[in-house]
Every structure is written in structure tokens, then in C-alpha cells.
């Protein structure tokens, strides 16, 4: 009795780390830095104290918590919306699941790394998502998270300024032929306290439904999967799907807390055997993002900009924010993200469990 009251102590003490550590990531703006200042916190604590612990029931309501983001963000408006963009899109998802499986690969050949965290290192996920899936699967979910964040730094280190370039020409030339700059999107209408609370209520009765369904028959990544495809169908059916961003951002905390603990020592020593997986996951996604989205406007009447945006796996939330502070076409662009990481999270689980069993 005594020791599983030491074991709620030693919980709220890690939550309470994690919480210091995600405050800090996000005041220094790194990407997702709720969750790996969360992870980063909880690992320097349970290192140096052996005192962290996160009960193992609780990952799988960190996992439907985490689809039912993805899953609130897509309506039915990104569905009709798809249709008109199905080639771009198909390009896209095709070069992904390329560049998965190349880079992927390459970092297991070259890397040293087993082959699942090699594939999910190069996965064109979310942060967040591609660690927690890494962890059910069994890869080594320290290591995919710090490859993921190199991708991620990559990304908005050196493609917005060749896209910015690429806008700013398109935009001399549109005013060349006398054409006026697109209308600004219109935001969608604010919903009151008490819509909030129905339609966020709604949204984890979705999430546990579908998530704890198909986590019971033993679906790869099921959790996250069934709570996403619940979610999404939710709120194509009623446009009711709703996640609030405290709750989003207390699912990065709890994320990042139970990564954390999955780092010990010896992690930390093997870090240095990282650098050549680094270099690939650097070079690989800045030669796939440029490669497809200049396939994408030669094989479709998109611009540049457009199709090089849609192309870069950095995240739906800031390339969508990203092009909207370019002035791009970003409705296209946000579909075209949703469709990506949607494909990914439902697809790319199985598919790497297929190749790792394939490849030893």
C-alpha cells in the first residue's frame, strides 16, 4: 500500500517535470517543444533520480488522444475539397511512401540503425505520432524522435527561404500579366463555451469508441488509428469534431513524459553513433521535398509554391501557418497536408511492420 502510494508521488513529480520541461521548449520555440521539452525533463529526472514513472495503462488514452487531433482537423470540406486536387495528392502520397522506403533503407544499411527505427526515422509524420508509433511497435523511440526533430529543423532552415524565392517571383510575373492577389482566407465563426464543451465531449466519445474498438482486436498502432478514423468520420458526418489546444497540448506533455522514460544512459551514450542517420534524414527530405514538388507542378497545373509547400513534411499546424504568412494558396496546401499525414499514420505502421519482418 505504502509503495503504490510512493507511485502516485512519483507520477505527479514526473508530470510536474514534464510540465516544467514542455514551458521551457515552448518559450525557446523549437518544433514541438511541449513535447520534447516534456521528454527532455522527464529523462534528465529519471536519470539522475530513478524516481520517474507513467502507469503503462495510460498510453494507450495518450495514443486516442493524439488520433483524435489528427482526426478533428479533417472536414468535410477537406473531402470535396480533395477531389478537385486528386492527382497532386496522389503524386504526393506516392513520393512520401518513396521517400519513406529509400531513406528509410539507406539510414539501416548505412546507419546502423534496425530497420523499424530506421523507417520510422524517416517517416513523414508528425513528430508526436511517428514516436508514439515507433514505441508500440517496438523501434527505438529516443532515436526517432531526435532523427525526427533533424528533419523537422531541416525543413524550416532551409526551404522557406527557396520557397519565399520562388513566391516572389511568381507574384512579379502575376502582376506582370495585371493579376490581382488572392482574397485573404475567411475565418471560420468563433463557437461558444458551452458549444466547446459539447462538441469536445462528442469528440473523445468518438476517440474511445473507435480507438479502444480496434486497440481490442489487435490492430497495428489500432489506438491512435481507430481514434483518428472515428474522429474524422465525426466530424465529416456533423462538422462537430472539436480538440481544444490545452487538451492538445496537455497530449504533447503526457507524450513526451512517457518517452522520456524510455531514455537511459546508454541512450544518451549512443546518441554519438547518430551522425550519419542525421546527415541522411538531412539530405534525403530536402532532395524529396524539392524532387516532389517539382514533379507535382510539371505533372499538374499547380504553381510552384503551391506544390513545393504541400510537398514538406514539417507539419500540418506551421506549413499551413507558413503559407498563409507567404500569401500561398493555402487551402490547397492544408488538404493536401491533411491527406499526408492521414495516409501516414493509417498506412505506414503496417507497411514498416511488414519491411522490418521482411528484412530480419
Known sequence: MQEQGWGVVFFLATLAVACAGAWIGKQVKIPAGAMLGAMAGVAVFHIFTGWGRFPSELKTV????????????????????????????????????????????SIYKLGGLDIATALFSASPGG???????????????TYVTLLQLVRLLTIFSFLPPIIKRVLKKQLAAAQARGEAPAEPTVQPRELSRQQRLCYFAETMLAAAIGGLALHFLRVTAGAML?????????????????????????????????????????????LAGLA????????????FSLLTGYVMHRLTKLDLATCLLA??????????LLSEDLGADTPKIAVMQTARLLYVVAFFPTMIEFVAHALG
Not at 470535396?80 to 497532386?88: C, R, S, W
Not at 513520393?95 to 533503407?105: H, Q, V
Not at 505520432?129 to 527505438?140: K, S, Y
Open 311 to 320: 510537398s514538406t513534411p514539417g507539419g500540418l499546424t506551421e506549413m499551413s
Open 127 to 141: 513528430l508526436t505520432d511517428m514516436a508514439l508509433l515507433a514505441e508500440e511497435l517496438g523501434a527505438n523511440s
Open 62 to 105: 495518450v495514443q486516442i488522444l493524439s488520433g483524435a487531433l489528427i482526426g478533428s482537423k479533417v472536414s468535410r470540406k477537406d473531402v470535396a475539397a480533395l477531389k478537385k486536387i486528386l492527382l497532386p495528392t496522389a503524386i504526393l502520397l506516392l513520393f512520401m511512401t518513396l521517400m519513406n522506403l529509400t531513406l528509410g533503407i
Open 276 to 287: 550519419v542517420p542525421a546527415l541522411l534524414v538531412m539530405a534525403g527530405v530536402l532532395l
Open 226 to 270: 481507430g481514434s483518428m478514423l472515428a474522429v474524422a468520420a465525426w466530424n465529416i458526418a456533423t462538422g462537430r469534431g472539436y480538440f481544444p489546444r490545452p487538451v492538445s497540448d496537455a497530449a504533447q506533455v503526457a507524450s513526451g513524459a512517457l518517452l522520456g522514460l524510455k531514455i537511459d544512459m546508454a541512450s544518451v551514450l549512443g
